[in-house]
């Protein structure tokens, strides 16, 4: 099924926002090609159910269209968007039963009295090309991304996911740049403990075989 | 010297460039002694690329985009 590119014939961020405050009512559709796969796929992130995603889109999409107008520009727009999606996520996750979650300290790094590290480190970084589009690792990835404490993984999804600056995220999230920097790395450090523990068992499968 | 500890510390600057020199040099250095704390690095930096790659291709289904469509059709504000 073929869809509208939402790139062709469509407005820049700076003019939609124009168009909106002077309540130009003809941009609403390009605001919603503009932004949908955004919300969708940072709810999705956020989430990871396709329904709740759905819901968030639709309600950060009224919001959109009833106030955008009323938008006072002292941010970016699209950090608005997100911050309203972030919320209209935990909204969702407030109302699901809590799973229990790690505890981040449990994952990072170890020393001993030298500041050595107690794990053994190996090094699996040249060989993730094939495992990278196998259904497992896809799996283990988004596991292990959902198992981050609510703090680390918003940062997490914002910075490294969705590629925007410390700043943005500092601005959306209302928290400082170097908070920003410190859940970052905690969230990488989680992560790739979680993701060396699955190598490693993979290469010790693999040499069972 | 710094240690491991010292050196896991200052990765995250030291891979956005924003370590002073003298850091910089105090990594590097550790990093010749170190072996795993190259394996750290490495794949601290390949844990950031696989899961951004496997996050990113998250699309919206083609049923949502139906759903979205018919909810902006019904519910967008009239054109004046």
Do not use: W
């Given at each position: 099924m073929e869809f509208p590119d939402p790139t062709k014939g469509t407005l820049t961020e700076e003019q939609l926002v124009k168009d909106l405050q002077a309540g130009e009512m003809g941009s609403f559709e390009q605001l919603a090609n503009l932004y949908q796969k955004k919300i969708y796929t940072l709810s999705f992130n956020l989430t990871r159910n396709i329904s709740d995603s759905q819901d968030v889109t639709q309600e950060v999409l009224l919001i959109l269209f009833r106030k955008g107008h009323t938008f006072q520009g002292k941010s970016a727009f699209s950090s608005w968007v997100y911050r309203i999606t972030i919320n209209a996520s935990y909204m969702k996750l407030r109302s699901r039963k809590k799973e229990p979650k790690v505890s981040i300290e449990d994952v990072l790094p170890a020393f001993n009295q030298g500041g050595f590290q107690y794990e053994k480190i190996q090094d699996w970084s040249e060989n993730t090309e094939s495992l990278l589009f196998g259904n497992e690792t896809?799996?283990?990835?988004?596991?292990?991304?959902?198992?981050?404490?609510?703090?680390?993984?918003?940062?997490?999804?914002?910075?490294?996911?969705?590629?925007?600056?410390?700043?943005?995220?500092?601005?959306?999230l209302e928290i400082s740049i170097p908070a920003v920097k410190s859940r970052l790395h905690r969230a990488r450090l989680f992560l790739r403990k979680k993701l060396s523990n699955y190598f490693w068992e993979y290469k010790a499968r693999k040499e069972r075989k | 010297m710094i240690c491991c500890k010292e050196c896991i510390e200052l990765l995250y600057s030291y891979l956005e460039g924003e370590l002073s020199a003298e850091n910089e040099t105090a990594l590097e250095d550790h990093f010749a002694d170190c072996p795993p704390c190259i394996a750290f690095v490495n794949t601290y930096r390949s844990t950031t690329l696989l899961c951004k790659n496997t996050l990113k291709t998250n699309d919206i289904p083609d049923t949502v985009k139906i759903k979205l469509k018919e909810f902006v059709d019904k519910n967008k504000p009239d054109v004046l």
């Open positions: 896809r799996n283990i990835i988004q596991k292990a991304v959902d198992l981050l404490p609510d703090k680390e993984k918003v940062v997490f999804i914002l910075r490294d996911v969705e590629g925007l600056s410390s700043n943005k995220v500092g601005n959306i | -």
